[in-house]
């Protein structure tokens, strides 16, 4: 006979198991009432992170769409996609994390759209989103600049919302347009951008690549078209579509060379 009370345990052993097959998870989320990674090394998240920067985001999204590049396992598409969006795409390189995502929205009850496919891929897909989410994914590239210059001539409709691990000092050095060839100091300086190359691996991880400081990560931003407007978080950064700066902005214009013929 059953009790009462073992329908809902089988219930959720049954969810345990399919979680766990689709493991390991990097995003912890409670599906159904059985947590996906309840022993992350850096506790409930993302959602201690996203506890940081959420209140400067649009509470109401009815209406505009949305690009979650890197989605993972799907946290803030979900949360997108909770607040209104009337259309949220989540794309990943990763076949794991995706079947992840498909099985969490579907969890959640939330109409999500996903695919397969990195951020130097956006440019197929051929269309702007109101709201691109590019978290936690700039560290793993080789290509970092490459990436936001793909982001913001291609996707980025209206708002970037962009994470990266920073290490290094969190200072941010007020530079000249220019420095002479024989002025070094400016590199010393704490608050000079600085991207720091990983040449095996960084926390066990081999896809970890570049990690920027502070400086960097504002002053790569800036190079690629984009306006910081908030700054909610220490690694999140709210930004708006803005002109890019042509190279004589960041390089004063260089006079003709003479011709020694």
């Known amino acids: 006979m059953m009790r009462p009370g073992d329908r809902a345990g089988s219930e959720a052993e049954s969810l345990r198991r399919q979680i766990d097959a689709l493991g390991p998870w990097f995003h912890n989320m409670n599906l159904d009432g059985v947590w996906t990674a309840p022993d992350h090394f850096l506790g409930n998240y993302p959602a201690v992170k996203w506890?940081?920067?959420?209140?400067?985001?649009?509470?109401?999204?009815?209406?505009?769409?949305?690009?979650?590049?890197?989605?993972?396992?799907?946290?803030?598409?979900?949360?997108?996609?909770?607040?209104?969006?009337?259309?949220?795409?989540?794309l990943d390189s990763d076949a794991?994390?995706?079947?992840?995502?498909?099985?969490?929205?579907?969890?959640?009850?939330?109409?999500?759209?996903?695919?397969?496919?990195?951020?130097?891929?956006?440019?197929?897909?051929g269309e702007?989103?109101?709201?691109?989410?590019?978290?936690?994914?700039?560290?793993h590239l080789r290509h970092p600049l490459l990436a936001l210059d793909l982001i913001r001539e291609t996707v980025a409709g209206d708002m970037l919302v962009f994470q990266s691990m920073q290490r290094g000092s969190a200072e941010v050095t007020r530079l000249e347009a220019d420095y002479a060839f024989f002025e070094p100091a400016p590199f010393d300086a704490a608050g000079f951008p600085k991207l720091h190359f990983i040449e095996h691996r960084y926390a066990g991880d081999p896809t970890n690549w570049w990690v920027p400081n502070r400086a960097?990560?504002?002053a790569m931003?800036?190079?690629?078209?984009?306006?910081?407007?908030?700054?909610?978080?220490?690694?999140?950064?709210?930004?708006?579509?803005?002109?890019?700066?042509?190279?004589?902005?960041v390089h004063p214009a260089r006079a003709p060379r003479e011709s020694h013929a």
């Open 51 to 90: 506890r940081g920067f959420s209140d400067a985001l649009p509470a109401d999204l009815t209406g505009r769409s949305v690009l979650d590049i890197g989605c993972n396992a799907g946290f803030y598409a979900i949360e997108m996609k909770r607040r209104g969006a009337a259309r949220v795409l989540g």
């Open 96 to 125: 794991r994390y995706l079947a992840q995502a498909r099985f969490a929205a579907r969890m959640t009850g939330q109409d999500i759209e996903f695919a397969q496919g990195s951020v130097y891929d956006v440019g197929a897909l």
């Open 128 to 139: 702007r989103f109101d709201i691109v989410l590019f978290m936690g994914v700039l560290y």
């Open 216 to 218: 960097c990560t504002e």
């Open 221 to 249: 931003l800036r190079s690629s078209g984009f306006t910081i407007v908030a700054h909610p978080e220490a690694e999140v950064y709210l930004c708006r579509c803005a002109e890019k700066p042509e190279p004589g902005a």
